[in-house]
């Protein structure tokens, strides 16, 4: 099993524990959603998340996955980020809470 974590918006959660998918814009932007393994997660809030507030953690477990997961760098850089092709099924998260909890 690979652990992945996702940040993600509270919003995208409330509608996820209704539908049992998870979604997010970068679906509809990028026609994936971006992940990171613990050891990237530092790196990725660094960068991307520094003053972002009332973020959330998801930890996904990649065994339970049912769309692709695939490990690639789409900015050209040598370092392989997860990212998740369709919808996250719910059953595959294992657990949430505050980004700010885990940093």
Known sequence: ??????IAQA???KQAKTSGRYRCE?????GFIHC???EQLQGVVSRY???AQGMMLMHIDSELLE???VFENTMGG?????HVYGEINMDAVQQIGPLEESI
């Open 49 to 51: 998340y520094s003053t």
């Open 26 to 30: 970068s679906i509809e932007s990028e």
């Open 67 to 69: 769309a692709e997961l």
């Open 1 to 6: 099993m690979t652990k992945l974590l996702h």
């Open 36 to 38: 990171c393994t613990p």
């Open 78 to 82: 040598e370092e392989q980020f997860p």
């Open 11 to 13: 919003n995208d959660i």
